[in-house]
């Protein structure tokens, strides 16, 4: 047997599971394996992003239309009509920065939000759900979506071996597969935070939230031919329809909702409401408006003020926070230190990333140091010469943790937190309707019929297995458009 170790050569055992404090608690900074997995990640390309490499942007405004006082105190909330100017940019995940717009892929929708508080930083998905919960398992589930390091090509078999030892991928992997898979274009297509944030309103009380953009322009999706034709046609599809309509005066919009949960319903829930591989039901937990998003102004520099935009999730301002979902207190760590790798230390200086409102701190030196480097001020705090001093309203209060156990939770979790197939089993059976699901089983039989090798039954079976657990009608489906042969036992397996 050949030991795991680290890139000191230590040996290693929990290479999965993040250390938290308690099954749903936040994760603990001495888990450096955590870190040494994610940052050597970060460090692998330069100076293209590792992942979200293919991108597109515009600058627009954020207008508040309702009143949400009541869950936070953030001062772009504050006022019915307020405006924020924003920069938002998409992109596809797993594609190089000259792959095409119209690749199968999961999309990425960042905003900037420029507050008088600070930037605030929305950096999720065009989807509810991601393929993993912990973030220990990020680096191995992008590789999977890279190159073969034998062939150099995409690779069927390294992804479908992922998706089939870790069911908790199967939410995602329905959505992918379907043809939200393709979208047409970024203006067609729905944003979402995908995490649990929090909120503070003025009382400090705290609410667990989702947040939505909708488009107003409606969803359009590519078929599987028609994403297929168009990467021939015009491999910058989605670049150029944007910039375009834009030009054209033809501005995108999006609505801004809010999912909310008390802390209380949040522990009471069947299933681990922090878990980003579940959605939020919107019958129990409605979406709530916020406000309209347009996108009015085409970036004059690409490379300037897009390609140098830099998203974190650990921009927050006061009245949002975070929430003990374990990949979100990942990224909030992998974000900033992949911008520092790839933009320098002193990347929140470049013109599209710096607080147009003031900036005070302590920080010196560094690479691209742009503005002055504090001249004569002081560099330390605290000291008897200048004025700075901590903003006593931005104080958060003391937050409780779920438990104060320090452990790897999720090989032994309850089996509610491992229910990989119920919200898949709907989202098929509830959500699609009948073309969508033809759709969804012809585009899963044609990615998983590329799986080749000498594990290409088992690594088939195994994610058989997944989609009837998910719903026995889906799994037999793909299973005779791979015309895979079950027998009578086989089957009684997976019958429900």
């Not at 600058?59 to 924003?86: E, H, M, P």
């Not at 992918?176 to 274009?185: A, E, F, H, K, N």
């Not at 229910?419 to 509830?430: K, S």
Request: charged share 25%.
């Amino acid at each position: 047997m050949t030991k795991l170790t680290n890139a000191s050569g230590i040996p290693y055992f929990d290479y999965e599971d993040s250390l938290s404090a308690g099954p749903r608690g936040p994760l603990l900074l001495e888990d450096f394996i955590l870190h040494e997995k994610m940052a050597h990640f970060n460090r692998e390309r330069i100076p293209e992003r590792v992942v979200h490499a293919k991108g597109s942007g515009a600058f627009g405004a954020f207008r508040v239309t309702n009143d949400i006082t009541r869950y936070t105190k953030a001062a772009l909330f504050s006022d019915i009509g307020k405006q924020t100017r924003v920069v938002v940019r998409f992109s596809t995940v797993g594609g190089e920065k000259g792959s095409a717009d119209t690749e199968r892929d999961p999309r990425g929708f960042a905003v900037k939000f420029y507050t008088e508080e600070g930037n605030w930083d929305v950096v999720g998905n065009n989807t509810p759900v991601f393929f993993i919960k912990d973030p220990k398992k990020f680096s191995d589930f992008i590789h999977t979506q890279k190159r073969d390091p034998y062939t150099n090509c995409k690779s069927a078999t390294m992804t479908w071996d992922f998706y089939s030892l870790n069911p908790e991928t199967l939410h995602q992997v329905l959505i992918l597969m379907s043809d939200r898979g393709t979208p047409y274009g970024y203006r067609h297509m729905h944003g979402f935070g995908s995490h649990t944030f929090s909120m503070l309103n003025q009382a400090n009380e705290l609410h667990y939230v989702k947040f939505h953009f909708k488009t107003q322009q409606g969803i359009a999706n590519f078929s599987a031919e028609e994403a297929h034709q168009m990467k021939a046609d015009d491999p910058d599809f989605s670049q150029r329809d944007l910039v375009t309509a834009i030009d054209n005066n033809n501005y995108p919009r999006w609505t801004l909702y809010i999912q909310v949960m008390t802390p209380e319903t949040a522990s009471s829930q069947l299933f681990n409401p922090f878990d980003l591989t579940k959605t939020w039901s919107q019958k129990e937990f409605p979406l709530i408006e916020v406000g309209v998003m347009e996108l009015n102004e085409n970036a004059e520099n690409y490379f300037a003020e897009i390609e140098q935009a830099a998203f974190s999730p650990s921009h927050i301002v006061n009245g949002i926070g975070f929430s003990p979902d374990k990949m979100l207190q990942g990224r909030i760590l992998s974000y900033p230190d992949a911008q520092r790798h790839r933009l320098g230390v002193n990347f929140e200086q470049i013109p599209v990333n710096r607080c147009p409102f003031q900036v005070n701190n302590y920080h010196r030196d560094g690479q691209m140091r742009i503005d002055g480097n504090g001249g004569k001020r002081p560099n330390y705090f605290p000291n008897s010469f200048d004025d700075i001093r901590p903003d006593e309203a931005s104080k958060r209060p003391a937050e409780v943790l779920a438990s104060n156990i320090a452990d790897r939770f999720d090989r032994n979790a309850a089996p509610r937190e491992n229910d990989h197939f119920t919200q898949p089993g709907v989202l098929f059976r509830e959500v699609m309707n009948e073309e969508a699901k033809n759709n969804l089983i012809s585009n899963i039989v044609s990615a998983m019929q590329g799986i080749e090798g000498p594990k290409k039954e088992e690594i088939i079976d195994r994610q058989l297995c997944h989609f009837f657990r998910a719903d026995f009608k889906l799994g037999m489906a793909v299973a005779r458009g791979l015309q895979v042969q079950l027998d009578e036992s086989r089957l009684a397996q997976h019958r429900p």
